[in-house]
């Protein structure tokens, strides 16, 4: 398997060349040159495994520059009992036949960030172990990426973790999660501003090639091919788990911010897994709903991002979303870099005047976007109709999910995170404390650390520069 460049300037390269790399040389992203297919025979094979064994056999797919030996080891060192709280790993809770919940947020961050993460950090404690290298980590969050790449990270050989985020805008959950930790090879930096300010200056570093060479700088963030790859694989155990033929269709209700979930499940469809509709949800920050919609992508300025009680979502600029762009262009880097130059210079782009609009039903993609009072109401629902709590995210997927519902189609709405990372909003919507984990109960007692600074890419690099490990 080679990897290309969503804009055309880079050679193909293989899976451990672009891995620690986040952005291509070019300023695009990875891209495999194909995806690989599975037919209805492979599914009946898949159907059978068990999540470990899953995860191999679809991620060998794409990661086979790393021995078979290697990559299975790595693979089953991930994704234990221990860490996820059974071997089930995502298990599926059903609400009522034809409707479930894939539960995602086992982790210890307590959010489905952890599935790809965990992955990823012992992806990366094996390559550079091989190559005596080191990683400087530069990332950004809205809430839940920071805390679930730091737990990956945290003691990892050869790497640190400079993770902005945007200050006083997470939750205190997340805030604590973060900014608790002391271990010597994690570093959070609060920026003021919104998580788009953080995600432009994570790509204003990226972009110096002399800077990034030097300092061995890389990414966790969602533009990290590696992480997209391992979410793939529970849009398969859940679609297992909701079917029992393996010709049936089945949606996904999936809460976007930054549209590397979702990706996922496109990048799933593609692969030939059944899936009758990609059910994108939003909240109040809804360029993406509005592109579905109408075929216009406007990212807004950080002036116009709404603070809201899902967090993890206030995101104007989906880095992922240009990968999606890229397969509905027909794999166009041409075009793809004509589009995103309006984007890149603040801009936007309408596609009502062109083909590729009509291209768009095509992939199978739905939208909707949700408020507050949907998300109070969605909790409440949830939660009386089913004894089932879910957080504030979730509830934007289930409540979209649910308005684009199909009858006889099972319905699988992808969970988030857990309500304790979002309790006062739980709490105002059911009058209940949600429950927290034993081993989470006393963060909100530890002493917290952080570098406060402004949106300015250069004091991000002078700081990266005094405390990186070059």
Same mark, same amino acid.
């Given at each position: 398997m080679r990897y290309i460049s969503t804009r055309g300037g880079m050679s193909p390269r293989g899976f451990r060349e672009i891995l620690l790399e986040g952005l291509a040389t070019d300023g695009g992203l990875a891209m495999p040159e194909s995806y690989p297919r599975y037919e209805a025979p492979d599914l009946a094979r898949l159907r059978k495994?068990?999540?470990? /064994?899953?995860?191999?056999?679809?991620? %060998?797919?794409?990661?086979?520059?790393?021995?078979?030996?290697?990559?299975?080891?790595?693979?089953?060192?991930?994704?234990?009992?221990?860490?996820?709280? %059974?071997?089930?790993?995502? #298990?599926?809770?059903?609400?009522?036949p034809g409707l479930h919940i894939l539960q995602l947020?086992?982790?210890?961050?307590?959010?489905?960030?952890?599935?790809?993460?965990?992955?990823?950090?012992?992806?990366?404690?094996?390559?550079?172990?091989?190559?005596?290298?080191?990683?400087?980590?530069?990332?950004?969050?809205?809430?839940?990426?920071?805390?679930?790449?730091?737990?990956? &990270?945290?003691?990892?050989?050869?790497?640190r973790v400079f993770m902005l985020s945007p200050h006083g805008k997470m939750s205190p959950f997340q805030t604590a999660q973060m900014y608790s930790l002391t271990d010597p090879n994690i570093f959070n930096i609060a920026i003021k501003g919104v998580f788009d300010d953080c995600q432009d200056i994570v790509k204003q570093v990226s972009n110096d090639a002399e800077f990034k060479r030097r300092h061995h700088i890389g990414t966790v963030n969602s533009i990290n091919w590696a992480r997209v790859a391992a979410q793939i694989v529970y849009y398969f155990k859940g679609y297992f788990a909701a079917t029992t033929l393996d010709t049936q269709q089945v949606s996904f209700a999936v809460p976007s911010g930054n549209f590397g979930n979702i990706l996922a499940g496109h990048i799933a469809r593609m692969m030939g897994l059944p899936i009758r509709k990609l059910i994108l949800a939003t909240n109040e920050n809804n360029v993406l709903d509005e592109f579905f919609r109408t075929g216009r992508y406007r990212p807004r300025g950080s002036s116009e991002v709404h603070q809201t009680s899902s967090p993890s979502m206030d995101i104007s600029k989906a880095s992922n979303f240009e990968r999606f762009v890229f397969d509905l262009t027909g794999r166009d880097?041409?075009?793809?870099?004509?589009?995103?130059?309006?984007?890149?210079?603040?801009?936007?782009?309408?596609?009502? /005047?062109? #083909?590729?609009?009509?291209? &768009? #039903?095509?992939?199978?993609?739905? %939208?909707?976007? %949700?408020?507050?009072? /949907?998300?109070?109401?969605?909790?409440?629902?949830?939660?009386?109709?089913?004894?089932? &709590?879910?957080?504030?995210?979730?509830?934007?997927?289930?409540?979209v999910g649910l308005a684009c519902r199909e009858p006889g189609v099972p319905l699988i709405c992808l969970e988030t995170a857990q309500p304790v990372k979002f309790a006062e909003v739980i709490k105002d919507a059911l009058g209940l404390e949600p429950e927290c984990p034993a081993n989470c109960r006393e963060l909100a007692q530890l002493p917290q650390r952080a570098e406060v600074m402004g949106a300015d890419a250069a004091a991000v690099k002078q700081y990266v520069h005094d405390h990186c490990v070059s």
């Amino acid at each position: 398997m080679r990897y290309i460049s969503t804009r055309g300037g880079m050679s193909p390269r293989g899976f451990r060349e672009i891995l620690l790399e986040g952005l291509a040389t070019d300023g695009g992203l990875a891209m495999p040159e194909s995806y690989p297919r599975y037919e209805a025979p492979d599914l009946a094979r898949l159907r059978k495994l068990k999540y470990r /064994d899953l995860a191999f056999d679809i991620l %060998s797919r794409y990661i086979d520059d790393i021995p078979a030996a290697d990559l299975k080891r790595l693979i089953d060192a991930t994704y234990t009992a221990e860490v996820f709280g %059974s071997d089930d790993i995502t #298990p599926l809770k059903t609400l009522e036949p034809g409707l479930h919940i894939l539960q995602l947020s086992n982790g210890p961050t307590l959010a489905f960030k952890d599935v790809a993460l965990q992955l990823l950090g012992n992806l990366f404690e094996y390559v550079l172990a091989e190559n005596h290298g080191e990683l400087n980590i530069l990332g950004a969050t809205s809430g839940d990426t920071g805390s679930a790449a730091e737990y990956a &990270m945290r003691g990892k050989r050869g790497v640190r973790v400079f993770m902005l985020s945007p200050h006083g805008k997470m939750s205190p959950f997340q805030t604590a999660q973060m900014y608790s930790l002391t271990d010597p090879n994690i570093f959070n930096i609060a920026i003021k501003g919104v998580f788009d300010d953080c995600q432009d200056i994570v790509k204003q570093v990226s972009n110096d090639a002399e800077f990034k060479r030097r300092h061995h700088i890389g990414t966790v963030n969602s533009i990290n091919w590696a992480r997209v790859a391992a979410q793939i694989v529970y849009y398969f155990k859940g679609y297992f788990a909701a079917t029992t033929l393996d010709t049936q269709q089945v949606s996904f209700a999936v809460p976007s911010g930054n549209f590397g979930n979702i990706l996922a499940g496109h990048i799933a469809r593609m692969m030939g897994l059944p899936i009758r509709k990609l059910i994108l949800a939003t909240n109040e920050n809804n360029v993406l709903d509005e592109f579905f919609r109408t075929g216009r992508y406007r990212p807004r300025g950080s002036s116009e991002v709404h603070q809201t009680s899902s967090p993890s979502m206030d995101i104007s600029k989906a880095s992922n979303f240009e990968r999606f762009v890229f397969d509905l262009t027909g794999r166009d880097a041409a075009l793809l870099r004509t589009l995103w130059q309006s984007v890149d210079g603040g801009g936007e782009f309408r596609l009502a /005047d062109t #083909p590729l609009l009509g291209k &768009m #039903p095509g992939f199978g993609f739905l %939208s909707g976007t %949700s408020t507050h009072a /949907d998300r109070i109401a969605t909790i409440r629902s949830v939660y009386q109709r089913y004894g089932v &709590m879910i957080d504030t995210h979730t509830a934007d997927g289930v409540k979209v999910g649910l308005a684009c519902r199909e009858p006889g189609v099972p319905l699988i709405c992808l969970e988030t995170a857990q309500p304790v990372k979002f309790a006062e909003v739980i709490k105002d919507a059911l009058g209940l404390e949600p429950e927290c984990p034993a081993n989470c109960r006393e963060l909100a007692q530890l002493p917290q650390r952080a570098e406060v600074m402004g949106a300015d890419a250069a004091a991000v690099k002078q700081y990266v520069h005094d405390h990186c490990v070059s």
